[in-house]
């Protein structure tokens, strides 16, 4: 043996004081599953054998010293030496024999949590990082791993075995980060989303809704306990996933925002739910769905629920599907009813630009247009729109929309309501 490693490992100790972890992380790609605890007992101890071999008793105290090494001390002592006192390890001050612990407390904070993966992140303090280069600097060694690394790995290990849960860097349900020099640690469930359809059954029904500023979401008499100013479709899906995934809250994700008064049929308008923090992931959606459905008198119900990951919201909200309406108008002014009927009907194949609110102006194109009087004297006017379309600006103007049913009958109307079937546009 030319003693290569040994020579460098011993520079390395005459200058800091190293625990077996973090002298046989300078070594780690060295002997297969080998620990780097292993690796840098092994060293010391023969670093031991040789300096015995060879009576020099001045490595033996750096050993007992710096290296930490009991046997060392035991050496010592056996031929009438005063073994020094054991040093601190320089790189991690001891912190690498308090793994054990650290999992232990990690176990505990998760313990409310379902969850099959998790990966676990270490931060350091600057001042460790340095040490670890100044003591690579020494010991110039080109096999060595990272403190992170290796803090990383040992404690997968442990959690995996101490849980039952496996460690997966890429989709982990459980992200742990911890700080093993101050011992924080803080775990956060990666959130779920919940892909599907819903329908709005009755007008008046915001998507969204801002929250109560009097109990900042904690409810109050003002807003009637539901923490936010009134019922939306976003605050029946909160209520039920809480009820279910006991989620700390939600983000309801929609490809465009349906206005408070439109009522949205057919196979309903799509929508990924993502669900923060949970403590429960495996829910029944079929339950989900019972659930959302018969909430709140049937104001919305929902179909088509799946579990995607967070990718699949932009591909949803950068496809766009035609849409079906029902319009009711009235002209402004009293009109000839087979003549005003007649002008609708010029809608048909008409390509309209537009600007949906928060999209940019694009072409969509109108077709499948009938048109029924109604004998409350209101206009019901049909069509398919190739794409969603924003309908007051498409009858009365606005949203530098071009051009619009009035330019093209030449009658002014008023909407008076709008009833949308999407995905799917046949009325069903
Ligand atoms: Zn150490
Ligand atoms: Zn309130």
């Known amino acids: ?22 002298l046989g992380r300078q070594y780690a790609t060295l002997g297969y599953r080998l620990t780097n605890r292993e690796r840098g007992r092994s060293i010391k101890i023969a670093l031991l054998m040789e300096a015995e071999a060879s009576e020099d008793i001045e490595v033996i105290r750096i050993l007992s010293s710096k290296g930490m090494l009991p046997e060392a001390s035991a050496t010592l ?56 280069d100044i003591v ?70 915001p998507i969204r809704s801002r929250i109560c500023r009097v109990c900042m979401g904690g409810g109050c008499a003002l807003c009637g306990g539901l923490g936010v100013k009134e019922t939306s479709v976003e605050y029946i899906f909160r209520k039920v996933s809480v009820e279910l995934y006991r989620c700390e809250s939600v983000k309801l994700h929609v490809p465009l925002d349906d206005g408070r008064d439109r009522v949205v049929l057919g196979l309903g308008r799509r929508f990924v739910l993502e669900v923060r923090k949970p403590r429960r992931r495996s829910i029944d959606l079929d339950l989900f769905k019972e659930r959302l459905d018969s909430s709140f008198e049937g104001l919305i119900d929902v179909n088509g629920l799946s579990y995607v990951d967070r990718g699949f919201i932009r591909r949803m909200k950068t496809s766009f599907e035609s849409e079906g309406y029902i319009l009711l108008l009235k002209p402004v002014e009293s009109m000839d009813i087979s003549e005003a009927a007649e002008r609708l009907k010029y809608l048909e194949g008409l ?39 924003h309908t007051k600006s498409f009858i009365e103007g606005g949203r530098d929309t071009k051009p619009t049913v009035m330019e093209v009958t030449g009658i002014a109307w008023l909407l008076v309501d709008t009833l949308i079937y999407v995905g799917g546009v046949g009325y069903a």
Do not use: H
Request: hydrophobic letters at 40%; one cysteine or more.
């Open 351 to 389: 390509r309209v630009k537009q600007r949906y609110p928060g999209f940019k102006a694009r072409l969509k194109v109108i077709s499948d247009v009938s048109v029924k009087f109604r004998e409350d004297g209101l206009f019901e006017l049909r069509f398919i729109s190739s794409e969603p379309l």
């Open 1 to 22: 043996m030319d003693g290569r490693i040994l020579a460098t490992a011993l520079a390395t100790l005459r200058s800091y004081a190293l625990c077996d972890s973090c």
């Open 136 to 205: 690579r600097s020494i010991s110039s060694s080109t096999y060595c791993e990272g403190l992170k690394s290796e803090f990383s790995r040992e404690l997968g290990k442990l959690l995996s075995s101490m849980l039952g849960v496996v460690f997966d860097p890429y989709r982990p349900d459980m992200n742990v980060i911890v700080d093993p020099f101050s011992v924080s640690i803080d775990i956060s469930p990666t959130p779920l989303y919940l892909a599907g359809r819903f329908r709005k059954l009755k007008p008046g029904l």
């Open 77 to 132: 002592q056996r031929r009438g030496v005063n073994p020094p006192e054991p040093q601190a390890c320089f790189v991690c001050g001891g912190v690498s024999d308090k793994l054990q612990n650290i999992a232990s407390r990690i176990v505990d904070m998760v313990s409310g949590y379902e969850f099959n993966s998790f990966v676990v992140g270490i931060v350091v303090p600057g001042w460790v990082s340095e040490r670890e």
